[in-house]
C-alpha cells in the first residue's frame, strides 16, 4: 500500500509568499545601488564575423581606406581586425588629447606573441607597458646611452658612419644608381652598435647571424602574427605555417647574440671604442650594475639579469 504526503495548502501559500517577498527586496536592494556605468564606446561600421572590419580596407591604401571611413564616422571611430579593436583618430584635435593630454592612458603599446617574446615578457624600453618598470628601465637607458653628455661623446661616432657612406657613393662612377635606403638603413644599425655596445659588430661579426641580419629578421617578426588578431583559427595557422618555429628561432638567435656580447664585456674582452671614453668605462658593464644594485642584487631573478639584453637591443 503506497502513502502519499501531501503539504498543507497554508503552508505552501506561505512558501510562495516568503519568496516573492524575498525577490522583491533584492530587486528593491539592487534598483538602489549607484548604475554601473557603462562606458559610450566611439562609433564604429558595421563588423562582420571573425574578419570584423578588415575587408574594409582591402582593395585601397591604408591611409586612404581609414580617411573615407572618417569622412562617414567622424574623427574618432572604432575598427576591428578580427577580434581586437582600434581607435582611429583623424583630427588634430583630438590626436593632442591622446599624445599628451591623455599619453599616460595611451602610451603603452599594444601586445603581440612576438613583442612578448622578444622582449622577455616586456623587460624592455621600447614594448614595455607604462609602469614603475617602464621608469627605471628609462632612467637606467637614458642616463647610459641617451643623456646630453653621452650625445656629445657619441657624435664623431655619427660623423665617421656619415664619412665612409659619403665616401662609398663617391666612389661610384658617374650616373651609377646608389641605393640610399639601403646605406641610410646600414648607418643606423652600425651607429647604434657602436653607441650601444662600444664595437661595430657588422664589422667583427659573433658566431651566428651577424647584427644587421638580425635586426632584419626582428623587424620582420615583429610585424605580427595572424594569432594577435584571430586567437583561434589564427594561432592554428601560426603553428602549422612554422610561424612560431620562425619566432622561437628569432629569440634563441637575438638571446645568444646579446649574452654574448653581455659576457664579453664583463670579460673584458670587448674593448670600447678609446676614442669615445676611457676603456674602463664600459657602459654595458655599469648598466649591469646599476640595474642589479636596484634589484638588491638578485642576478638571477627575472627581474635581474633577464631585462639586461632586451633593453641593450631595444635602444
Excluded at 621600447?126 to 637607458?141: E, G, I, T
Excluded at 651609377?176 to 646600414?186: G, I, Q, R, W
Excluded at 605580427?224 to 620562425?246: R, T, V
Aim: net charge positive; glycine share 4%; aromatic share 10%.
Amino acid at each position: 500500500m503506497e502513502t502519499f504526503t501531501t503539504f498543507p495548502s497554508w503552508l505552501l501559500t506561505t512558501s510562495l509568499l516568503a519568496l516573492s517577498l524575498f525577490c522583491l527586496f533584492l530587486y528593491t536592494v539592487r534598483s538602489k545601488r549607484s548604475p554601473m556605468v557603462v562606458p559610450e564606446l566611439p562609433p564604429n561600421p558595421p563588423k562582420l564575423p571573425i574578419i570584423g572590419n578588415l575587408h574594409q580596407l582591402l582593395g585601397k591604401p591604408r591611409h586612404q581606406a581609414l580617411w573615407q571611413l572618417s569622412q562617414k564616422y567622424g574623427p574618432v571611430f572604432l575598427l576591428h581586425i578580427g577580434s581586437k579593436p582600434y581607435l582611429v583618430i583623424s583630427s588634430s584635435a583630438m590626436a593632442k588629447q591622446v599624445f599628451k593630454t591623455q599619453d599616460h592612458v595611451f602610451c603603452s603599446r599594444p601586445m603581440s606573441h612576438a613583442t612578448k617574446r622578444l622582449t622577455y615578457n616586456y623587460l624592455d624600453v621600447a614594448f614595455s607597458p607604462y609602469s614603475n618598470h617602464w621608469k627605471k628601465m628609462r632612467k637606467l637607458l637614458v642616463s647610459e646611452f641617451l643623456g646630453p653628455k653621452r650625445a656629445i661623446l657619441f657624435n664623431h661616432v655619427m660623423v665617421a658612419e656619415i664619412e665612409t657612406m659619403v665616401c662609398s657613393i663617391s666612389a661610384n662612377p658617374s650616373n651609377t644608381v646608389v641605393n640610399l635606403n639601403k646605406m641610410f638603413s646600414a648607418i643606423v644599425k652600425a651607429v647604434v652598435c657602436k653607441v650601444a655596445f662600444g664595437k661595430n659588430y657588422r664589422e667583427e661579426p659573433l658566431k651566428g647571424p651577424s647584427w644587421e641580419v638580425m635586426v632584419d629578421e626582428t623587424i620582420e617578426i615583429l610585424n605580427g602574427s595572424l594569432g594577435d588578431s584571430f586567437p583561434w583559427i589564427g594561432q592554428l595557422i601560426d603553428q602549422f605555417s612554422g610561424w612560431n618555429y620562425k619566432l622561437e628561432k628569432r629569440f634563441s638567435n637575438l638571446d645568444a647574440y646579446m649574452e654574448t656580447i653581455i659576457d664579453d664585456h664583463q670579460n673584458h674582452t670587448t674593448g670600447e671604442l678609446s676614442s669615445i671614453e676611457n676603456p674602463s668605462d664600459d657602459r654595458v658593464t655599469k648598466a649591469q650594475r646599476r640595474y642589479q644594485s636596484s634589484c638588491n642584487g638578485h642576478i638571477d631573478s627575472p627581474q635581474g639579469k633577464r631585462p639586461l639584453p632586451a633593453t641593450f637591443f631595444w635602444v
